[in-house]
């Protein structure tokens, strides 16, 4: 059997030589490169082969035409190692010491998607490592779980230097962070916002009385997703009956069960329960279906997070998705900005949450 070979467009052909050139660093990152009228004039093509190629070059992240700038180099040669920080028992495999691995696979998910687009490596460090060797990380490129600052909020008060190393010559970029912490670059979700979309939601379907399930509040980011439940019920004039309002303390099934159990038994009972995360849900969804109640033909449901089982519960969660895969992907385009001193820190991304409807509404 005879193969074709057919031969290389004129466009493939410039497209491998500027390629080479830029993984052989002849063009440093944040250094200009050729506008498309210059591609015209070195290799004497019209400007649709010429715009082809740019676009191709643009497309894998090489280049990123700047206005008033030009054309700057925006992808290193050499692979850039970025190190993120997360609760050592995640990379333990300790289920006891850490709550919800979802959170954090999400962020690594993000993380990753950008890796071959920017020629950088994602490597996962545990926190205890970290603290005890800071002045390895000065001047790397280190990304960090905003709720490392907040759990060791009491060991950085009493060792203000190892603060003062973090913040003003690591730099880390903080993820998933549920408050603002001064002179720190970071990405964070409206989880506020995210809890109101699911409670005007319910309103706007007729729902008057609304019940709120949720973990321990004393935690920023479900005392924020209970604010949010608060404040929305009051601005649409919706009574707020604090006998509504249940707390469990962890998310065993059983304790679940009894809170919905105390809320239903209720007079008058709520016709819909607003849950501060999936895994509540989906609990509530279980004690429904073993007790005959219907959803939502007797109660609706919400949950938080959008995990991927939510899709799949019986009958599927309606939830808000809080965008954890995309604040580690912004996150790395973040850095990425700062290495290339294209970035005025501090910069706080704030991203907008997503009600995502099902039947369970």
């Not at 700057?72 to 190692?81: L, N």
């Not at 691995?101 to 993000?110: E, H, P, R, T």
């Amino acid at each position: 059997m005879e193969i074709k070979i057919y031969p290389k467009s004129r466009w493939q052909e410039i497209l491998e030589i500027l390629k080479k050139s830029l993984e052989n660093g002849e063009y440093p990152v944040g250094g200009h490169f050729y506008t498309i009228d210059e591609i015209c004039q070195k290799f004497n093509v019209s400007r649709i082969t010429a715009k082809r190629v740019f676009q191709e070059l643009k497309n894998e992240g090489w280049i990123l035409p700047i206005r008033r700038r030009g054309t700057i180099v925006t992808r290193s040669h050499i692979q850039k190692e970025v190190f993120f920080i997360v609760g050592s028992p995640y990379l333990d495999q300790n289920p006891a010491g850490i709550g919800d691995y979802f959170v954090i696979n999400q962020l690594l998910k993000g993380l990753h998607a950008k890796e071959d687009f920017y020629n950088i490596k994602i490597t996962t460090i545990g926190h205890r490592f970290f603290f005890s060797h800071l002045k390895d990380f000065i001047e790397k490129d280190v990304l960090m779980a905003g709720q490392l600052l907040y759990d060791f909020k009491d060991w950085f008060e009493k060792n203000p230097s190892n603060f003062q190393l973090l913040k003003s010559y690591i730099r880390p970029v903080l993820l998933h962070c549920f408050e603002n912490y001064q002179g720190f670059s970071m990405t964070k979700t409206d989880y506020e916002k995210g809890i109101r979309l699911a409670v005007e939601h319910l309103i706007n379907k007729g729902h008057k009385n609304i019940a709120y399930l949720t973990k321990d509040i004393n935690f920023p980011t479900f005392y924020l997703r209970l604010k949010g439940f608060m404040e929305t019920l009051k601005e649409r004039a919706v009574s707020l009956n604090m006998d509504f309002i249940r707390v469990t303390t962890d998310i065993e099934r059983s304790k679940i069960w009894h809170n919905v159990q105390q809320l239903l038994s209720l007079s008058p009972r709520p016709t819909a329960i607003v849950c501060a995360s999936d895994v509540i849900a989906m609990n509530v969804l279980e004690y429904c279906e073993k007790n005959g109640i219907g959803v939502p033909e007797d109660i609706a449901v919400t949950g938080f997070d959008n995990r991927g089982e939510s899709r799949f519960s019986i009958p599927p969660l309606t939830t808000v998705d809080s965008k954890l895969e995309q604040q580690g992907i912004k996150s790395v385009e973040l850095i990425v900005k700062r290495s290339n001193n294209r970035v005025c820190e501090p910069v706080v991304m704030t991203l907008e949450p997503e009600l995502i409807t099902r039947a369970s509404t």
